[in-house]
């Protein structure tokens, strides 16, 4: 079946740091593909999403790209700020009944 | 505007209760979903309705019970509470099951405790 593998956290950064969280993939087909964080205390946000291979996710300097050859959708930002700590989960679009299909979700944690 | 709201946030209760879980969206979606996120963080899918209509009914026990009662609400009753129904459980909405394109939006979560 669907699943979605993500690296296990906890993720500590200093800030300015370069940041990847790694998200991989097992599904028919083409499923599409999303990020979704969320901040202490609170739900879920969508950060970005691809719904086709090679299609790049962009959204508050956080980017992914869609690799079918690899099956991956690595979230990355160049620069991390401390309002970035929160629990980062990939995503995919699970089939004709359209739920997600969640990764763990990994925990960073940004320090100033 | 909440697009999708969720009440309560937090519900404490004793084991062997019976309590609901209301949720409503405003962007006028077909799809709805409930969410359940246990104490690793970890989500998985619970039921999801489409126009009122059942769709996805998931390996859940029965004292979970899903209504809704038009295609802006879902509500989640639940049964005989235990313990280990503590969790975040999570309303989302779509425009539509399943389509390539489909974003989910979520509600603020419920934080259940079962004492």
């Known amino acids: 079946g669907n699943s979605v593998t993500q690296m296990e956290g906890p993720v500590t950064l200093s800030e300015e740091a370069f940041l990847t969280i790694n998200c991989t993939y097992t599904?028919?087909?083409?499923?599409?593909l999303f990020w979704y964080v969320q901040y202490p205390g609170e739900g879920l946000q969508l950060l970005l999403k691809?719904?086709?291979?090679?299609d790049k996710g962009s959204n508050k300097g956080f980017e992914a790209t869609y690799r079918k050859e690899t099956t991956s959708f690595h979230l990355e930002k160049g620069s991390v700020q401390v309002s970035d700590s929160a629990v980062y989960f990939c995503?995919?679009?699970?089939?004709?009944?359209?739920?997600?299909?969640f990764g763990k979700g990994t925990k960073l944690s940004v320090k100033p | 505007d909440t697009a999708v709201s969720q009440t309560p946030k937090y519900l404490v209760t004793q084991m062997g209760n019976d309590k609901s879980i209301k949720c409503e969206q405003n962007?006028?979606?077909?799809?709805m979903y409930w969410y359940k996120q246990d104490s690793k963080k970890f989500l998985k899918i619970m039921f999801s309705?489409?126009?009122?209509?059942?769709?996805i009914n998931e390996t859940v026990p029965n004292r979970f019970s899903p209504k809704s009662p038009d295609k802006a609400h879902l509500n989640l009753h639940i049964n005989s509470l235990e313990l280990g129904d503590s969790a975040v459980y999570f309303c989302?909405?779509?425009?539509?099951?399943?389509?390539?394109?489909?974003?989910?939006?979520f509600g603020p979560g419920t934080r259940l405790l079962v004492l």
């Open positions: 989302a909405s779509s425009a539509s099951p399943g389509g390539a394109r489909e974003t989910q939006y």
């Open positions: 962007l006028g979606h077909d799809t």
């Open positions: 691809a719904t086709k291979a090679d």
């Open positions: 995503a995919l679009l699970g089939g004709s009944q359209g739920n997600l299909i």
């Open positions: 309705y489409n126009n009122k209509e059942l769709i």
């Open positions: 599904a028919t087909g083409y499923p599409s």
